[in-house]
């Protein structure tokens, strides 16, 4: 068998991804970046959904998500809530009109036969599956970047007290929470 060369294949599953976006957005009315700010307050926690954690996460600068965030808060598909415990914080909630097209944005028919036709592979290859995740855990170790990686799989994770923790911020966690992207993300 011929050396894979990684790259490529990630350039590849991301150029298709990317299409696929740019497709079901164009129906839409929708930009590609709409998209994926949509997507990432639909997957992020309460420590995640301001709008520098979303510029971080999209590695975009501040003013381009700035701009999204007016057109997505005139659409009704979001809402910008101040935090009450530090005034100058501004939180991001999905709104149902958010989530709704957010629904019909994504390429489900596609990735779900493709997720589908992978489960059926790595039946026969169980060590494979964790492979996606190992791959975005070196390239985000190559790039020096945040991990944003979900909650639970967080080293100031705790279950406490027949609940969820977090050692770094001293909070309470939500069963939520737990299951979303956090900023703050530390890898075991």
Avoid at 15 to 30: D, M, N, P
Avoid at 103 to 111: E, G, H, I, N, V
Avoid at 116 to 129: F, W
């Amino acid at each position: 068998m011929a050396d894979t060369d990684i790259y490529e294949l990630i350039e590849c599953m991301t150029a298709l991804i990317r299409s696929e976006e740019r497709k079901k957005c164009a129906e839409l009315g929708l930009q590609a970046v709409h998209f994926q700010v949509l997507n990432y307050l639909s997957r992020c926690n309460k420590y995640s959904n301001t709008p520098a954690a979303v510029a971080n996460y999209l590695g975009m600068t501040r003013g381009t998500v700035s701009q999204s965030l007016i057109i997505l808060e005139k659409k009704g598909y979001i809402e910008k809530i101040q935090d009450q415990n530090d005034k100058r914080v501004i939180h991001l909630k999905l709104l149902p009109a958010g989530e709704d097209v957010l629904k019909q944005a994504r390429s489900t028919d596609l990735f779900g036969n493709a997720t589908q036709i992978l489960r059926t592979g790595l039946a026969t290859a169980p060590t494979d599956v964790n492979v996606f995740q190992e791959a975005l855990t070196a390239l985000q170790k190559a790039n020096q970047s945040q991990s944003f990686g979900v909650c639970k799989t967080c080293r100031n994770f705790r279950e406490k007290d027949n609940g969820y923790f977090c050692e770094l911020t001293q909070e309470a966690l939500s069963p939520s929470d737990i299951n979303q992207i956090c900023q703050e993300h530390t890898p075991v």
